[in-house]
């Protein structure tokens, strides 16, 4: 391997450990806030309510779809433009896809609140709740539109493969956001109160990536005089691709609430969102892998492109995260699918007939769909983003057999059915898509189930373990003492999951490389609590 080749693998090595360790640290803290408050708000508003607040974010990501390409061009593009020095181009880039997404999203805005009526009409809400309703679906588009627009600047510093300061702007927004809404619900703001924190929230997180970006990168420039016809091309190019796949993922990551609530109702959006918040919200901890792919890789491509080492280099990347993405992925699911009812009793401090049953159908869909995420992440940083459609049309085409399917079993529409068969059709999709990015990429199947697929089996085996004792002695009359119980049950799979994968998944390499991480890690807190 030669020098400038050797470099380029050790600088997307250094910033994968130091980007991810920050992101799963933060995504750690994220999990905390958002595991107590669920359980706050639906103390102060109804079902409805919490159903229209997920109905509004279903809203929002249909419009907003959009936007969605630029930012994966900025990550994309501004990688490679950094490993190659051409500042310049990432310049333009970035000024040209923030003059075309402002725009469109000033534009969309104003579509969205001309067509409200049209909107409300095809949502089943209550006329008490319609002024709320108003309110909060059009406040959320606007602050999410606002946070699409003005995300050059955090996609700039995803590029360049900064993901600590992007954590930093993160971490802000979300922990103002959850002291807001125990004031503003305690204050009797009910559900505008959560749109409130959410606007200042996302400011905050807008403000702190801005000033960050042009901190730490002093070659970055923004201007209208910048924009580029060579950019919109770009932008258009490999945007497109992405855009279209967005819609399918957007599509697909909400059907489930969007088919249930004009056959079910609100109520049914806030059910589904109760049985799939955990699994989902431990699903942003792995995610930390995938969105360190596509920059890494198209950096790692970019510098070694044509040399000897490239298909090596490449392939390492990806099999090994895709292994430390399903472990992770698994030890937070094999627990949840294991003891679901005692997690909720414990969470919520109420029962919503489906909710257990739900939860254990959405853990183990997030499990099998994040095995998705290296492959999609990774081809879309190798420049191949139309391979993502060998997820979207298979998913999409089996969520329309199995959701009617489910009408036909149960005998009417409900929330469990239509939720399982979603899950069901992730499963099936996610598993096709799975072995046909190995095929892509040149990994053998026996390869990836010995050192990705197996060892994410373990955790779950690990988990029935806890079955008994969780159902046993956790009730919803006795909560704290649930919490202590579940606590317990937590650190005991936690050391058995640990040592199964620390003696019999992980070899020999790979724990002195975990140990030098803890070390360095280690030796840097010693080190700023000397100097403080």
Known sequence: MSFAASDHAKTVRDSISRNVSADIVARVGYLLTRFFIPPYILAHISLEAYGLWATAFIVVSYVGVSTMGISNV???????????????????????????????????????????????????????????ARVVVLAVVAIFLSSIGLSAFRDTLAGCQMGVAIQISWVCGYLLECVLILVFLGAGRGVRGLAEAFLLRTAVEIGVSAWLAFHRLPWLRVSPRLFRRDAVRTVMGFGSVVQLTSLFAVALNSIERAIAIPLVGLA??????????????????????????????????????????????????????????????????????????????????????????????FSIATQVHLMTGPGTSFLKGVGRPKEEFHYAIPNALAAAVLIPLSRVLLGEWTAVGIGGAVAAATVVSALYFVFHANRVVGIPAAVYMRRVALPGAAPYLIGLAFTWPAYHFVSIEHRWLGAAIIAAIGVSYTLLVFTNVAFLVLDVGERLWFVAIARNLFSKLRGKSAAA
């Not at 501004?78 to 051409?86: G, K, Q």
């Not at 997404?101 to 534009?107: G, L």
């Not at 993405?325 to 679901?340: D, E, K, R, V």
């Open 268 to 361: 049914a959006a806030g059910l589904l969102d109760i049985g799939q918040k955990l699994p989902s919200m431990a699903s942003s901890i792995p995610s930390a892998f995938a969105n360190a792919f596509t920059p890494a890789a198209s950096y790692l491509k970019s510098g070694l492109e044509g040399s000897a080492t490239e298909r090596e280099a490449l392939h390492k990347l990806f099999l090994k995260g895709a292994r430390y993405m399903n472990l992770t992925t698994s030890y937070f699911c094999g627990l949840m699918a294991a003891i679901p009812l005692p997690l909720l009793d414990v969470w919520v401090g109420k029962r919503y007939a489906g909710a257990s049953l739900l939860m254990i159908f």
């Open 74 to 132: 900025n990550i994309k593009y501004v990688a490679e433009y950094s490993a190659r020095r051409e500042y310049d181009r990432a310049n333009a880039l970035v000024s040209t896809g923030l003059m075309i997404t402002i725009p469109v999203c000033i534009a969309i805005f104003g579509a969205a609140w001309l067509l409200w009526p049209w909107i409300v009409a095809r949502l089943p809400i209550s006329p008490g709740m319609q002024a709320d």
